[in-house]
């Protein structure tokens, strides 16, 4: 089975980035940056701009491609993770899935218990800051 395609958004307002805690399913507790998979035939900023719709019901405006890794879970699952900025969005952010949202300051990131696939962006924002 090949890798699953997954995207994810660094939504960024004042310095700070969303976390969102996972409520239920597989890893449920953790914690990880909104979005998921990709569907057939889909791009990715068309599965990211659908995402953010289900899970946060806003309309993203702009957003930047900032990272990608593939990442293997120990339960076999492989994902190809493509990280993005997003910077504008339209509409009042509701939490429409998660257990919880925040507000992270960059140097926070390291103190949630986030899914292991995010881990490589956490570090690098840890050491470069948050990828412009």
């Known amino acids: 089975?090949?890798?699953?395609?997954?995207?994810?958004?660094?939504?960024?307002?004042?310095?700070?980035?969303?976390?969102?805690?996972?409520?239920?399913?597989?890893?449920?507790?953790k914690w990880e940056f909104p979005g998921g998979k990709v569907e057939a035939g889909e791009a990715l900023e068309a599965a990211l701009?659908?995402?953010?719709?289900?899970?946060?019901?806003?309309?993203?405006?702009?957003?930047?491609?900032?990272?990608?890794?593939?990442h293997q879970y120990i339960d076999g699952r492989a994902v190809d993770l493509t990280f993005f900025r997003v910077d504008a969005y339209a509409g009042?952010?509701?939490?429409r899935i998660f257990e919880?949202?925040?507000?992270?300051?960059?140097k926070?990131?390291?103190?949630?218990?986030?899914l292991d696939g995010d881990l490589p962006l956490i570090e690098k924002i840890a050491v470069e800051g948050l990828p412009e």
């Open 92 to 95: 009042v952010m509701r939490n």
């Open 49 to 70: 701009f659908r995402e953010l719709k289900e899970e946060l019901d806003i309309e993203v405006t702009a957003a930047k491609k900032i990272f990608r890794h593939g």
């Open 1 to 29: 089975m090949g890798a699953i395609t997954v995207v994810a958004a660094l939504i960024v307002s004042n310095g700070r980035v969303l976390v969102c805690q996972r409520r239920g399913g597989p890893f449920a507790s």
């Open 108 to 114: 926070e990131l390291r103190q949630f218990d986030f």
């Open 100 to 106: 919880d949202i925040r507000w992270a300051e960059a």
